[in-house]
């Protein structure tokens, strides 16, 4: 829920850039601050063009207040706890209480005056990702501003000139300050609300961090050897789902501000991807799709029409990024004697146990492990063990939702004879005849 942070009154501005003819803000804005790590219900206007208000998976969209013509915004930049699942808590930087920061939405049109606030350790800017603005609120310290000091507050002023989906993220100590979580996402909905409406619309960032089992804070210079997969800085079982009313038309936008692509992938349903960050995808160019990459440092939105209820998993499908604290270095012992194998290594560590010789299948082993660290592969379903992690969750379609519930509706009551069952096989293997050329075949 929001608390009110202290206000900050009328300390003295420094702009971002100058802008000539700026009527200054009498004051500063509130921040909100939030504390949950669920969904929370989206923000509907309450003045100005009608639009469908976005929800962010485990997040929130950023309050603003009116002053004459300008949208106000306020963020905080400033080191924050979050909770990748529970049982796992990671210190990171971000904005306003959380990491990713807030979400931040307004209309094709709008002015907005957005204030950053900097509570770090370090100075650091924000960078409007894909819009279109000034270059000197482009937030690229030292290139189109002076860095944010810590303690000083600067003020953004802009257009929107577009609508779309974007990011928002430091240009300043780009390295250290992404890979501790400062990042959020910015959408501007079309002006005209009958422009490719839709009924129910997420968003979510992808980011990703090598955190060592048992310990609290990223490794800030990993490149490439990550083992914390997230969605909004969460992995699996701690993903929100994405409660759905059957026959409602949905809108998916990912941002990717981590340092690999991700094929995203759907299940049960055909999509179009229908907006980058570049903008609208003509519908003549769409194409079906039931997996959609998206790149370093890029958004893609898919539009689905949830015509098929059920649980319908949503994840990334690099396996191992639906996996959380991966050892990488666990070596392949398929085929080996489990009897050999613990009978070697119990000499060497005699509480340990062997495993992965008939496969990694983790639904009923318990194994002691470091604290604040999550099993590689966990979560459970009505049928068992899912044994999945990091960026996986499922959209639920549910035909008796209402218009404005994203509670989790629970496990889906399957229609009797649509589940798959086992079949008595037979004792011995059945005889299997040669198959015989339909043509001759020239050799």
């Known amino acids: 829920m929001f608390s009110r942070r202290g206000f900050l009154g009328t300390a003295a501005l420094v702009g971002a850039s100058a802008v000539q003819g700026r009527v200054q803000a009498a004051s500063i804005p509130e ?104 270059s000197g609120m482009d937030g690229v310290g030292g290139l189109t501003q002076p860095h944010i000091q810590p303690g000083k507050t600067f003020v953004y002023e ?45 968003v979510f960032v992808m980011s990703t961090y090598r955190v060592d089992p048992g310990t609290y804070l990223p490794q800030v210079n990993e490149m490439t050897d990550f083992n914390m997969w997230t969605w909004n800085a969460r992995v699996f079982p701690g993903i929100d789902p994405l409660p759905v009313r059957l026959g409602d038309k949905v809108r ?22 229908t907006c980058t960050d570049g ?30 209820p059920g649980d319908w998993a949503f994840h990334c499908h690099k396996s191992h990024h639906t996996m959380n604290a991966m050892g990488h270095a666990v070596r392949n012992l398929i085929g080996v004697s489990r009897k050999d194998l613990a009978k070697a290594v119990g000499k060497l560590a005699p509480d340990s146990m062997a495993m992965g010789s008939t496969g990694m299948a983790m639904g009923n082993m318990e194994m002691p492990a470091p604290d604040n660290t999550l099993p ?24 008796d939702l209402a218009r404005d519930d994203y509670r989790d509706p629970g496990p889906y009551k399957f229609p009797q004879g649509t589940v798959a069952y086992e079949v008595e096989a037979p004792d011995a293997a059945p005889v299997r005849q040669p198959g015989k050329p339909t043509h001759k075949m020239k050799m």
């Open 376 to 399: 590689m592969m966990t979560g459970t379903g009505q049928f068992g063990p899912i044994e999945m992690g990091g960026m996986f969750t499922v959209m639920k379609i549910r035909e």
């Open 31 to 134: 921040a909100a601050h939030m504390d949950k790590v669920v969904m929370q219900p989206p923000l509907h206007p309450v003045s100005g063009p009608d639009y469908r208000p976005v929800v962010t998976l485990n997040g929130w969209s950023l309050p603003f207040r009116m002053n004459g013509d300008w949208k106000e915004f306020h963020l905080v930049a400033e080191p924050v706890v979050r909770e990748f699942a529970e049982g796992m808590k990671v210190n990171l930087w971000g904005y306003n209480g959380q990491s990713p920061g807030p979400t931040i939405e307004a209309v094709e049109g709008d002015k907005v005056r957005i204030f950053v606030t900097n509570r770090l350790p370090e100075y650091t800017t924000v960078h409007w990702h894909g819009m279109i603005i000034p």
């Open 158 to 202: 802009f257009e929107m000139r577009k609508s779309g989906t974007f990011m928002y993220h430091p240009h300043s100590d780009e390295m250290v300050q992404m890979a501790m979580g400062m990042m959020g996402m910015v959408v501007v909905h079309p002006r005209d609300p009958n422009f490719r409406p839709v009924d129910r619309d997420f």
């Open 252 to 273: 998916v936008r990912i941002g990717n501000l981590s340092m690999t692509n991700h094929p995203i992938h759907l299940h049960g349903h055909s999509f179009a991807v």
């Open 279 to 308: 903008g609208w995808i003509p519908e003549s160019a769409q194409y079906p799709e039931t997996t959609t990459d998206v790149p370093v440092g890029a958004v893609r939105v898919f539009d689905v029409l949830a015509d098929n």
